[in-house]
């Protein structure tokens, strides 16, 4: 009795405080952590073929409202039900990425491990543009920076690496720093030469202008209508057969543009294009560059990681010739998102993206300790210790780890080309570099015009179905269905049970058919 | 025998395969997630009173060098010694944000569970700018956004909320929606006029300028400089003694930079500044600022989250006359970083940051899904689910428990500025509007030209012993002591330990002792 009553006075002093300290005990966060830890760990047990569950936003968001608190004047309580149901809902309604079924994007299924470590940054909450808010990240940085450029093969004195939120921002501070640097006025007074639609070049001079492989990542041309250049001064280098920069083009479409008006201080290609996984003449173009004192920036987000296998680190030859290289950690090194590595191969040239002036973080006067800060050379000012996973699964499992998975997944895509090529009523539109592999279903009866809009067609019906998850890309304006082998537990038997799936829904959307609906 | 001999053959085989599948066993997650919690419990069970640890670069650098493997060629075994070493390194050695010593920066200790729930993020790895992806994050940021326009008091059907990877993103990602709203033809053609330094401008046209408060945060003028403005295209607005923008002074010192040539087409705000917490003079600015048919976006990243307090929701009276809000999770609402929700109060603006065109992401024709995609508005392609730990605690605690939580600070930190009036060696430099606190260490015999660096010396000082981790800030010039309150469990008997340190140190820094350092 005497403890039920001591129970019943504990409750309600407890309830007189106000909730707050209870949502802050250390017992309340462990049992949370165990009720998801059990959650995950089912999650990842599940080894069955699964596309996406997908739902009537309607629908999703009334059952998402279902599970809120109507309580609003004071702190409702835990509830651990609460909190099953809403990581089920989160689980099952997103893409699958450790499942077999899930074929068709970048995003990695991270390497558990590397979740875990994420875990921990999330709750001590250690900003890491400032070393001494966040000491092992920063140091981690460094080492891992060391790490990976044996890779690349700059003096190991004179390149940096910065970490950023994501791969837009590392090309988007990339070519701020090219920017800064053939400009130096741009960053105080804007462009050198203002260009109205239509009108001609302030005071007859040039206008800064990027040149980029026709197929670079969108991120890229937004940067330059970002970054006050103008879309329109981005110039399209075109691309061979294999969708790479076709080398004997490059010259000429550099003179052209220079008779146009335009002055191109940066060259961007691509380390992995995004559509198909193209390499571009990385070394050749870094040769050209040089020679006419143009930046290159490699946007190496999907490819830059085949540096660290032996095999496969061939694609990138002559990486060493570039002026920045933008590596997304998150995608081929399963880490959880974003993890971006920003390389530079001059580290002046980390120190030219950004200017900026705030007593409250950055110091009068440099000392060991903030010279590790890299609050100037990044874009943000709180930024997550992103490193911290890759470098903890770098240093307990070692480089192996990586070069193993993707070299698996880059021989699996090779397979699965084959596979294709067998396969009369499949059309292979390019020959693999990495693991992504784009392909169109043409089955006997179709009609030429009608192949763009049968493969949308096909990669909806996929979608929908929810047993496989593709995507789609346009090559050369027609519509093809895009695969990426981001899990190694694929086997080309589930892409037979792919090809299948397309023959099912393909027979289902008959050539004629679509021709009617897209009238 | 038998069981040891199979034993033994399973481990060749597993070894002959690699451990690549090892790595990803769900045995092995649940073991290393067990790791991390039970280091986590202890440390958030932690309540004793500590500042930095501040450890030499190098020798930090040696000690995790030492945790590396040295494995090359073969993937090394988890190593769960090595994992809790790791961890604890990481843990000791960051800024310690759920201790009473942290009292100097806007960083959370976050709410446990919101930690929890970043983790599920990690490890499912949804990628958030995409509904078909990411289902339940898409939905949640529309429950959220409406939950918490509530108190911003937008029409519902017309308001967008998008989030983004920090504060300064979303400052960035408003003043570009502004940029090409006033001129359309800057993402095509760069800068309308373009102003080489020190030339006129082209055509007499006038330059696009922003005006800002004159302490608005450093990441507002770098935008400037990122997206062609140019930072000289910077207005100032003068402040009063609270360091809110003086309204008498903004009509002449916009007329000015008018004549001046500068067409200011945004203004720029503060809800709560980074050096003192000032709220600007919202209602009035937007008034003004609809009046010239100028932009207002208000930098809310500290204070906006202020909205949801009953009490507090004043100091941003006026906020449903700006026609954009960034509002920081990460610091009031105290979720995992980062966490940043971008506001705008038209949805067509939202649609104006940014223009793209990618295949193998966007969809032909738009349906109910990608209906709620927010790739289009925002910088980012992969995008954490950033939304899923604030949405968590509210969806299960209410709204109550920001709001109480914020309500104790925001009045402790008015507790802490009485306290201070009440020591003759103490002067103070603000009256605080929320939980940032700065003020001078004065005792009698300090010269006023040593003012400024004897501040700097003793936040230094006192950052070396490690008890307490406080800031600093220069206000008109002079260095000041700057606490921000994030920790709840913070009372005034810490501060006043906090006040006995600065003293101690002081006496130690004989103010002639500074002046000949200084020299």
Not at 411 to 419: A, D, V
């Amino acid at each position: 009795l005497e403890a039920q009553s001591s129970n019943l006075i504990n409750g309600l002093c407890r309830q007189r405080n106000g909730l707050l300290s209870d949502v802050f005990e250390p017992e309340s966060f462990q049992e949370q952590s165990h009720t998801v830890v059990r959650r995950l760990v089912e999650h990842l047990s599940d080894s069955s073929i699964k596309g996406l569950d997908l739902i009537d936003p309607a629908v999703l968001s009334k059952a998402a409202k279902d599970l809120m608190t109507s309580e609003r004047d004071t702190i409702a309580a835990f509830d651990e039900k609460r909190l099953s149901e809403i990581v089920d809902l989160y689980i099952r309604t997103g893409i699958q990425v450790h499942s077999p079924g899930y074929l068709g994007r970048q995003f990695s299924g991270v390497i558990p491990l590397g979740g875990v470590v994420d875990f921990v940054s999330a709750v001590v909450n250690q900003p890491s543009s400032f070393y001494e808010a966040a000491q092992l990240p920063n140091v981690a940085e460094r080492l891992m920076a060391d790490e990976l450029n044996q890779f690349i093969g700059w003096d190991p004195d004179s390149f940096a690496m910065v970490t950023t939120s994501g791969g837009s921002l590392a090309n988007l501070t990339a070519l701020l720093a090219a920017r800064n640097k053939a400009f130096p006025d741009f960053w105080s007074h804007g462009s050198p030469a203002g260009s109205n639609a239509g009108s001609q070049a302030a005071e007859g001079q040039a206008r800064p202008a990027i040149a980029v492989g026709a197929d670079v990542h969108y991120s890229v041309s937004r940067a330059a209508g970002i970054i006050g250049i103008g879309e329109s001064q981005i110039v399209r280098l075109p691309l061979n057969g294999d969708q790479q920069i076709r080398m004997d083009q490059v010259r000429p479409t550099l003179e052209a543009a220079e008779k146009r008006g335009l002055k191109v201080f940066c060259l961007v290609a691509s380390a992995g294009t995004t559509s198909v996984g193209a390499f571009d003449p990385i070394g050749e173009l870094g040769e050209l560059a040089r020679e006419l004192n143009i930046w290159l920036h490699v946007d190496g987000a999907h490819g830059a990681s085949l540096l660290v296998s032996d095999r496969l680190r061939h694609r990138l030859r002559g990486i060493e010739k570039a002026d920045s290289l933008a590596w997304d950690a998150h995608k081929m090194m399963f880490v959880p998102a974003p993890c971006t590595l920003l390389f530079y191969r001059d580290k002046q040239d980390s120190l030219g993206a950004f200017r900026q002036h705030a007593s409250y973080v950055f110091d009068e006067e440099p000392d060991p300790y903030t010279a590790l800060d890299s609050g100037d050379k990044n874009f943000e000012c709180t930024k997550r210790p992103m490193i911290m996973a890759l470098w903890v699964l770098w240093a307990m499992h070692g480089r192996a780890l990586f070069a193993e998975k993707i070299e698996q997944l880059c021989e699996l895509t090779e397979n699965l080309h084959q596979l294709l090529s067998g396969e009369p009523d499949f059309e292979t539109v390019h020959r693999p570099e990495a693991n992504i592999l784009c392909f169109r279903y043409r089955p006997a009866d179709l009609r030429d015009e009608d192949v763009h809009g049968f493969q949308v067609d096909i990669r909806n019906r996929i979608k929908h179905r929810g047993r496989f998850f593709i995507s789609k890309v346009d090559i050369d304006g027609v519509a093809a269905l895009r695969v990426v082998v981001m899990n190694h537990r694929i086997t080309p038997e589930h892409f037979r049970l792919l090809l299948e799936e397309i023959r099912l829904v393909g027979s289902d959307l008959p050539a004629v058919a679509h021709e009617a609906r897209s009238r």
